[in-house]
Antibody
Framework: QVHLVESGGGVVQPGKSLRVSCAAS????????LHWVRQAPGKGLEWVAL????????VYADSVKGRFTISRDNSKNTLFLQMNSLRPEDTAVYYC????????????WGQGTLVTVSS | SYVLTQPPSVSVAPGQTARITCEGS??????VHWYQQKPGQAPVLVLY???DRPSGIPDRFSGSNSGNTATLTINRVEVGDGADYYC???????????FGTGTQVTV
């Protein structure tokens, strides 16, 4: 059974940095592209970033480009999101999600980790 | 960037049919996916590639996509179907993965 567990969320001041993680189990981690999707309180879903199965290809939403970095450690079945220069509008629950290879949807999601950017 | 518009809310009685629309320019030329999200929970995929259901999703959930509108239909609605629903597509301009604005279904 696919299992994705995010961690590392918390309260951080504007302009500071935070790294969130997503530990995966129950599937061949290195075979799947992975994403971060976020949801601000009371708002809809917003795609954040994609990393290819081997980590060589990354794509970012315009709203985070140049500030966030997605990465993965296939030896540890873990996905990361390094968030720098955080802004109050980055406050959200951050979900990791799996994409089936060759398709364009997200078939499994973690439970999310809340990041709050506030002074 | 590509925009997907959904009605903010849909209300339906138990046993009836709920239809949730997702409007986008020539969306019929794209493949649409649908997610269900209950309060405090992560989204769950309920339909992919316009009309395919993941394992475990009842056949009461169906989809269509043509022209400028994709539709998620829930037949014989149950109280447990009450949730927020989001459509999603892949687009080759702007941000590649786009979600709709979301629809709250009240049963």
């Amino acid at each position: 059974q696919v299992h994705l567990v995010e961690s590392g969320g918390g309260v951080v001041q504007p302009g500071k940095s935070l790294r969130v993680s997503c530990a995966a189990s129950g599937f061949s981690f290195s075979s799947f592209p992975l994403h971060w999707v976020r949801q601000a309180p009371g708002k809809g879903l917003e795609w954040v970033a994609l990393i290819s199965y081997n980590g060589k290809y990354e794509v970012y939403a315009d709203s985070v480009k140049g500030r966030f970095t997605i990465s993965r450690d296939n030896s540890k079945n873990t996905l990361f999101l390094q968030m720098n220069s955080l802004r109050p509008e980055d406050t959200a629950v951050y979900y990791c999600a799996r994409q089936p290879s060759g398709l364009s949807h997200f078939d499994s999601w973690g439970q999310g980790t809340l990041v709050t950017v506030s002074s | 960037s590509y925009v997907l518009t959904q009605p903010p809310s849909v209300s339906v009685a138990p046993g009836q049919t709920a239809r949730i629309t997702c409007e986008g320019s020539d969306i019929g030329e794209k493949t649409v996916h649908w997610y269900q999200q209950k309060p405090g929970q992560a989204p769950v995929l309920v339909l992919y590639d316009d009309r395919d259901r993941p394992s475990g999703i009842p056949d009461r959930f169906s989809g269509s996509n043509s022209g400028n509108t994709a539709t998620l239909t829930i037949n014989r609605v149950e109280v447990g179907d009450g949730a927020d629903y989001y459509c999603q597509v892949w687009d080759n301009s702007g941000d590649p993965y786009v979600f709709g604005t979301g629809t709250q279904v009240t049963v």
